[in-house]
């Protein structure tokens, strides 16, 4: 069956002038949305919110209007208010209003979305865009049992990224149980400067237009919620006009940083890569750390980046589009414990790993088997 989203669905646009007393508790921003996700999990609060906002009810789908390649569109199951960065649509139909959440998540809508928005860098899809979009569904007979299956297998996803987020809690408390909080540094370690443990390197700007040599390249889309990078297949493919300098391709070690976004959540979340010899570059919205020195292990140093009280001096600066700076991250002082407790640390995280590792196969598993089952209704 053919459907169009104007046919289906009308967009809600109650303006909230008054958002701290609405009588809403919950607030979702840009920051809130997961890419790719199909329903939102994180939410702030409308104490601090002084500006016109809209409202939303549970069942309602928010579709993220700017910056439409991080593919962010979700269902809540809540009652609140957000921003005008995002579209709220009100489906008709309940039936339609369990599947659409899933159509707004493939490949063909967002192709859609990217091809027919306003702008060029930062694309901003409008609602009379979003309103002209076309799908197809089976017949009304079969949508209740893909409803079913599709959100069974999300369900059984959300339960699987839970065992993840706390096996992250996991390793972050046992920093802390080692080694104390790394900004309080209540074991008074011996501290270096991060300029004295490494350097860095702002990433490469390039042109669409540029041609002539092909090489990976690692951008703020491939980073989510990666801690390492071994296969540089999984990192897509850019055209220069020429290799870059050696300065710009990355080594086994490195550890990147998202150093500006539109979504300050995502800025100052980092990973290593180890490319071996596959050559791989790295975006100008990203910064390369490169240790210079033996007293910190790379698995350790990267833990130290991804506590949230590091995170906190990392916090981005800008009005709109977030950033963070080489000035910000030389003003680390990197707490450095004996070398064996490194290794101790460092053995427990890779353990640790090799769970998680496991619970991200599954997880693919069933992210493949929910776009199999979508695209059979093409």
């Given at each position: ?185 209540p074991l008074s370690w011996s501290v270096l400067p991060l300029t ?146 490194q290794e101790k640390y460092v053995s427990f995280v890779r353990q ?27």
């Open positions: 069956m053919h459907y169009k989203i104007n046919d289906i669905a009308e967009e809600i646009s109650v303006r909230i002038n008054d958002p701290a007393n609405s009588g809403y508790d919950r607030f979702v921003g840009l920051e809130h949305y997961e890419s790719g996700e199909v329903r939102i999990h994180n939410y702030g609060t409308t104490d601090m919110l002084g500006s016109t906002m809209k409202e939303f009810r549970s069942g309602d789908i928010l579709i993220a209007r700017r910056n439409v390649y991080l593919r962010r569109a979700a269902v809540v199951n809540f009652d609140g208010i957000t921003s005008g960065d995002s579209i709220v649509l009100r489906i008709k139909d309940p039936l339609l209003a369990r599947l659409v959440p899933f159509i707004l998540n493939t490949d063909d809508f967002w192709d859609f979305a990217d091809r027919y928005s306003d702008g060029t860098m930062s694309k901003r899809l409008s609602p009379k865009t979003l309103k002209q979009y076309e799908f197809e569904l089976p017949d009304v007979s079969k949508q209740e049992w893909l409803a079913e299956t599709l959100w069974a297998a999300y369900e059984t996803k959300e339960k699987y990224d839970v065992l993840l987020k706390s096996l992250d809690k996991l390793v972050k408390s046992q920093f802390i149980e080692m080694f104390g909080d790394p900004v309080d540094n004295q443990v490494g350097a860095c390197k702002n990433g490469m700007n390039f042109s669409s237009k540029e041609s002539g040599v092909t090489i990976r390249c690692l951008g703020v889309a491939d980073f989510q919620d990666n801690a390492t990078i071994r296969d540089m297949s999984k990192l897509p493919l850019i055209s220069l006009n020429e290799m870059p300098p050696d300065e710009y391709l990355l080594q086994d070690g490195d550890i990147v940083f998202v150093r500006s976004n539109g979504n300050k959540a995502l800025v100052g979340r980092c990973l290593t890569v180890y490319p071996g010899n596959v050559p791989v570059t790295y975006s100008g919205f990203c910064i390369r750390f490169r240790t210079k020195n033996d007293l910190l292990l790379i698995d350790y140093l990267l833990r130290y980046f991804k506590m949230e009280s590091v995170r906190s001096k990392m916090a981005g600066r800008g009005a709109n589009i977030q950033n963070l700076n080489q000035q910000i991250l030389s003003s680390l002082q990197v707490p450095v414990p004996p070398i064996n407790m640790t790993d090799k769970s998680k590792f496991e619970i991200q196969q599954a997880i693919s598993d069933l992210k493949a088997t929910i776009r199999a089952l979508v695209q059979q209704t093409k």
